[in-house]
């Protein structure tokens, strides 16, 4: 037994604790043992004083033991996946998944809800009449034998620490912590029952992390915690000061993807950091040169097979073939107004937030948790930065239902692409990779 004060104050007072008083404190909140104004304090300390990687290792381990671990032993494929920290536009794994299972790999996707002013890959799918996020681990498995690759919502059954500990992180202002971001992370991927997994930390004004130097740390940390749990794992720094591809939006981004899978419209941004991702978790098990590797997924793409693996995988999961055609084809969208150029120049920022934010302000995000989202508005973007522009060129097209809300956002919308005379300077798409 230990005293729950006496392990708050040696974390105020910048002590690290050991691995048995941590299993204390986050055993004792699941079971209701300690309080929520204790693990708050704790938690406070914790984001003031910091915690070593070998603290944050063990508080990984220890979320994890708090529920079930997915048993995916009966596969023989090798299990991957990839976590994105959040962005908006960013619809790589629904492109990357039917690409991994083309590949050979096994991989359970377990993905969240929009956070903030970021998307959610579950939001996404459920714009898809029928589809089921949630799976038992019972089922997982076989699933995953039909399909390769299924993206599911996380249950009560996995992790529960960490659920309860976010809704008092959420609520504490004890959100911004490296080493409980990658706790909470980290648990998650680890408990799926995977071998690998790559990182996509996301970096710049429509990222949680703002500079570099933000996203290096947390992508460091992600990997060395991964590491140390038993997992191989890679992170790749890539950029959020633009969308990621030309859809904002739940549905509109399925219709993206779908055309991307069919190597129809394929966004040359989007395709570098798909492909980037899934050469840096290939690399771990093959060794082939990059280019020979992205043309072998090109052959994939252009054969039709991974668009098909996506459409199997969406029917396996109960989603209407019918209601998945009606997305590709647009047939969802019921209004929609151009913002056009005012000026000549160069599109030399966008406010990627701001985008981000309108598409909550349309309806098709949530202000609080619990709101129903509009999953058919969203916007396309006929621009990126560093484009030349005239006047009367259209920037924008947004897709709306309700005219109120969309008069609040269009102000919003047109100042969030700024265009100007000046040199343009351009940002890499991909920073740097972390082993």
């Not at 589809?131 to 498995?141: F, H, I, N, T």
């Not at 990997?223 to 990621?244: E, F």
């Not at 997924?297 to 999961?317: L, N, P, Q, V």
Request: with cysteine.
């Amino acid at each position: 037994m230990y005293d729950p004060v006496e392990l708050i104050r040696k974390k105020r007072d910048g002590v690290f604790l050991t691995r048995q008083e941590l299993k204390y404190l986050i055993r004792g909140y699941v079971a209701g043992d300690i309080r929520d104004e204790q693990m708050s304090a704790f938690l406070m300390a914790g984001v003031i004083r910091g915690f070593s990687v070998k603290e944050t290792a063990c508080l990984t381990e220890i979320m994890i033991e708090s529920g079930k671990e997915i048993d995916l032993s009966s596969i023989s494929r090798t299990k991957v996946d990839k976590h994105s920290t959040g962005g908006v536009g960013d619809k790589v794994s629904l492109i990357l998944a039917p690409l991994f299972a083309e590949l050979g790999y096994c991989n359970p996707m377990m993905a969240g809800r929009g956070l903030g002013h970021t998307g959610g890959t579950i939001d996404k799918l459920e714009s898809i009449r029928g589809y089921q996020c949630e799976v038992s681990s019972r089922d997982l498995p076989s699933r995953l034998q039909r399909s390769g690759s299924v993206i599911f919502s996380q249950s009560d059954e996995i992790v529960p620490a960490d659920k309860k500990m976010y809704e008092l992180r959420d609520v504490t202002g004890t959100v911004e912590s490296i080493p409980l971001i990658t706790a909470s992370i980290v648990s998650k991927k680890k408990a799926e029952g995977i071998d690998a997994i790559v990182y996509d930390v996301k970096c710049g004004n429509g990222a949680f992390m703002k500079t570099p130097r933000e996203a290096l740390a947390l992508a460091e940390s992600l990997v060395r915690v991964s590491q140390k749990t038993g997992l191989k794992a890679r992170a790749l720094i890539t950029d959020m000061n633009q969308p990621l591809g030309y859809t904002i939006g739940n549905a509109l981004e399925v219709m993206e993807s779908l055309l991307f899978l069919r190597g129809e419209r394929m966004d040359r941004h989007l395709k570098e950091v798909t492909l980037a991702l899934t050469y840096e978790i290939h690399s771990l098990f093959y060794e082939e040169e990059k280019e020979v590797f992205i043309n072998r997924c090109d052959k994939i793409f252009r054969s039709g097979k991974a668009y098909e693996r996506f459409k199997k995988m969406i029917i396996d999961a109960g989603g209407d073939s019918e209601a998945l055609e009606e997305i590709e084809e647009g047939r969802f969208i019921e209004k929609m107004i151009q913002i056009r150029s005012k000026q000549d120049g160069r599109i030399l920022e966008m406010d990627t937030f701001s985008m981000g934010k309108a598409l909550i302000y349309l309806g098709g995000g949530r202000l609080k948790k619990g709101d129903s989202i509009n999953h058919h508005v969203g916007m396309e973007l006929h621009v990126k930065r560093g484009d030349s522009v005239r006047v009367g060129d259209p920037l924008l097209t947004l897709f709306y239902a309700d005219e109120a809300k969309k008069a609040s956002v269009m102000s919003l919308l047109e100042k969030s692409i700024m265009i100007g005379e000046r040199e343009y300077e351009e940002n890499p798409l991909i920073y740097r990779s972390v082993h």
